[in-house]
């Protein structure tokens, strides 16, 4: 068992930087893919990001790419999300997720979700 909890969400303007945490319990956290995924109003849950057990295999989805950085800390049981340059069209809930295994990128393979932090950017 896993349980996650985010946070770090909140209002930005167009260009400023968040960092989103996932803070994990359980002792299979060090054993577990992470992914970010994220869910504006009235869409399906999109994939982000997402980062292997011991940080050496990471995949972004291409709309973040040279702006946000998955990284993992499995000393202190969390994983992070730094947003940087951030867009309008970032505007979502972002969850965190946890799976045993290797990295995913469809929401479906992943077993273990958080309840989400709001993420507002303003134009």
């Known amino acids: 068992q896993v349980q996650l909890v985010e946070s770090g969400g909140g209002l930005v303007q167009a260009g400023d930087s968040l960092r989103l945490s996932c803070a994990a319990s359980g002792r299979t956290f060090n054993n577990s893919a992470i992914g970010w995924f994220r869910q504006a109003p009235g869409k399906e849950r999109d994939f982000v990001a997402t980062i292997s057990w011991n940080g050496g295999a990471i995949v972004r989805t291409d709309s973040v790419k040279g702006r946000f950085t998955i990284s993992r800390d499995n000393a202190q049981n969390t994983v992070y999300l730094q947003m940087n340059s951030l867009k309008p069209e970032d505007t979502a809930v972002y969850y965190c997720?946890?799976?045993?295994?290797?990295?995913?990128?469809?929401?479906?393979?992943?077993?273990?979700w958080g309840q989400g932090t709001q993420v507002t950017v303003s134009s």
């Open positions: 997720a946890a799976r045993r295994g290797s990295i995913a990128t469809r929401s479906q393979q992943y077993e273990y």
